[in-house]
């Protein structure tokens, strides 16, 4: 008894002394701060690792495997350093894939935002009805991309649908996909039709965030519509035009499924675009190396043009600096 009556004043000097010099309490290790921390890091981790595995890896990859030479069938990979860059300076088709890659994205870019626009203004009007071709022309964006351009592969041979329609006129409507310049010109308009839906529920939903009181000060100042559509509305929808362009002039530079199903890049090269090149080099000759070269320039040119809008937002972009 006498060592308890002992050890409990010498307990209660301690607490007393430790509460006396005002010490604080320890903290706990997880605090609320720490715990939002690892829910959100939770939360971006799965997007986190798809883009490790599913980008980042591959680009990394890609790199490694140009300075290659992979022969599947014959079980060997040999560095070959930079040979397969050379093989792409002497390479005779290269400069007509380019060509035919810029003239496909700069009429597709060029004529989807112009279309795209058009049917934005025509659809934001208040009549009854517009949802209906509102649905109508965005319909196609949800179509089965396969299922769509086999489609316009029956419409396009030289007895399809739309020489038949244009027989009924007397004319005599050329082979749309065997011809240069008609195949370029139907495979960009293929590929217009599907994709014009989605720019065009991005402008209406910028025209109507413009507000209305804009147009109400223009039109009592006596502005025709076609100045308030230039001063006002072209300028409080240019954030969502750069985004628009920065979405069609990646996706032209990506497209592959058309032009495998609608022409297999020909007549000749007209419609070899650097997608199907490099799939043809890669996949069809065996070419691996020379096919992760094809991928590292046109990573370079998407990179290059996405880097070069985003520079000149400044200067077109209305409330950029």
């Known amino acids: 008894m006498s060592h308890v009556s002992q050890a409990l004043p010498d ?38 690792i798809g883009v490790i595995l599913f980008v980042i ?29 050379q093989a792409l300076l ?15 994205s700069v ?9 795209a626009l058009f049917l934005a203004v025509l659809l934001n009007q208040k009549v009854q009805g517009m949802v209906f071709f509102r649905t109508l022309f965005f319909s196609p964006v949800v179509v089965s991309l396969v299922a769509w351009t086999i489609v316009w592969g029956f419409l396009l041979q030289d007895n399809g649908g739309i020489n038949g329609i244009l027989a009924i006129f ?3 409507g050329p082979n749309w996909l065997r011809e240069g310049p008609t195949a370029m010109a139907s495979v960009i308009v293929v590929q217009l039709f599907k994709n014009v839906g989605l720019n065009m529920v991005l402008f209406l939903a910028a025209f109507q965030s413009v507000p209305s009181e804009l147009y109400e ?70 070419r691996f190396g020379y096919g992760s070269t094809l991928a590292i320039v046109l990573f370079l040119i998407v990179l290059a043009l996405t880097l070069l809008q985003w520079q000149l937002r400044k200067k077109w972009v209305f409330h950029e600096n």
């Open 11 to 48: 307990r209660a000097s301690a607490r007393s002394g430790s509460a006396g010099t005002g010490a604080p309490a320890r903290r706990p290790w997880l605090t609320y701060r720490r715990r939002d921390n690892i829910a959100g890091y939770l939360f971006i981790a799965p997007q986190f």
């Open 57 to 85: 890896v591959p680009l990394l990859l890609v790199g490694y495997y140009s300075f290659h030479e992979w022969d599947i069938l014959g079980g060997t990979f040999t560095f070959v350093g930079l040979d397969n860059f």
């Open 90 to 104: 002497d390479d005779p088709q290269f400069v007509p894939v380019l060509q035919a890659t810029a003239i496909f």
């Open 107 to 115: 009429g597709l870019v060029v004529l989807n935002i112009t279309l």
């Open 170 to 172: 007397g004319v005599d």
């Open 217 to 286: 000060s223009a039109r009592v100042d006596g502005a025709s519509r076609a100045r308030i559509f230039r001063s006002i509305t072209l300028p409080l929808i240019s954030p969502t035009i750069l985004l628009t362009l920065i979405i069609t002039i990646v996706g032209s530079l990506q497209v592959f499924a058309q032009i495998a199903v609608l022409t297999q890049g020909g007549p000749g090269t007209s419609t070899t675009v650097l997608v199907y090149y490099l799939y043809q080099q890669a996949f069809l000759f065996g």
